[in-house]
């Protein structure tokens, strides 16, 4: 498996890791709450990794496999990131509302950048 390889592997498996972490520092050893809200995450990761995952086999470059990582790797830090922020400080209104909504938000996210990866890949690779 080359680098980026594994960093496509490493975009897909942080999401749900750190929801699941998240699902535990806010609502404790509820299995039923963990497993739907690891789940959830798993799918919408599942999309963004096959993805990149077919973009990198035809990226023939280093800065062409980049631009094809860019659907796994941004949403994927940015959504990490949200939910491990959420576990420190729940939402004030509905604290778990972002558990439901994030994944919906990470696929909207995965969908926008494939385009502008599709977009740039074609003129990084013809480089």
């Known amino acids: 498996m080359t680098q980026y ?13 750190a929801a699941g ?8 050893l509820n299995s039923t709450s963990f497993i739907t809200i690891v789940l959830m995450n798993c799918i919408a990761v599942l999309i963004a990794g096959l993805i990149s995952g077919l973009m990198l086999r035809k990226a023939n470059n280093g800065p062409a496999a980049w631009v094809a990582l860019m659907p796994i790797l941004i949403p994927s830090v940015w959504i990490s ?36 990866a599709f977009v740039l890949g074609f003129f990084v690779r013809s480089k």
């Open 21 to 28: 972490i998240a699902s535990l520092a806010s609502f404790g």
């Open 5 to 17: 390889g594994k960093l496509n592997l490493l975009g897909m498996v942080a999401v749900p890791v």
């Open 81 to 116: 990131v949200w939910f491990l922020f959420r576990a420190v400080v729940p939402a004030a209104v509905a604290p778990g509302a972002e558990y439901i909504a994030a994944p919906q938000y990470h696929v909207m996210a995965v969908l926008l950048l494939t385009v502008v």
